[in-house]
């Protein structure tokens, strides 16, 4: 059974820095693709960074490149992503997610087929 849990979120002030970590079970990492994504009320899901493992390239949406970086420990089965520089625009609930991007680009959500429950990110002063 594929599971995704989401865990680091909170309560930060502009400028700081969090990191996010979603451990995974039911599946290793070996060929599989995975992404953080975040979402706003109201808004819709924006892609965040992922790592493709059809290519082995870790991608980042342009309003979080140099900011952010996604890794992952395949030991722990676990992927992380390391906030720096946080935003009051970066407040969202940031999802994790399972995927297969053989056919479908790593930014789109519907490549997607496992999701977590998403831990809450609020930047204020």
């Known amino acids: 059974q594929v599971q995704l849990v989401e865990s680091g979120g909170g309560l930060v002030q502009p400028g700081g820095s969090l990191r996010l970590s979603c451990a995974a079970s039911?599946?290793?990492?070996?060929?599989?693709?995975m992404g953080w994504f975040r979402q706003v009320p109201g808004k819709e899901r924006e892609f965040v960074a992922g790592?493709?493992?059809?290519?082995?390239?870790?991608y980042y949406a342009d309003s979080v490149k140099g900011r952010i970086a996604i890794s992952r420990d395949k030991a722990r089965n676990t992927v992380y992503l390391q906030m720096n520089s946080l935003q009051p625009e970066d407040t969202a609930v940031y999802l994790c997610?399972?995927?297969?991007?053989?056919?479908?680009?790593?930014?789109?959500?519907?490549?997607?087929?496992?999701w977590g429950q998403g831990t809450q990110v609020t930047v204020s002063s």
């Open positions: 997610a399972r995927g297969d991007t053989s056919n479908r680009s790593v930014r789109d959500q519907n490549a997607y087929n496992y």
């Open positions: 790592f493709d493992w059809s290519d082995g390239i870790t």
């Open positions: 039911g599946f290793t990492f070996s060929t599989i693709s």
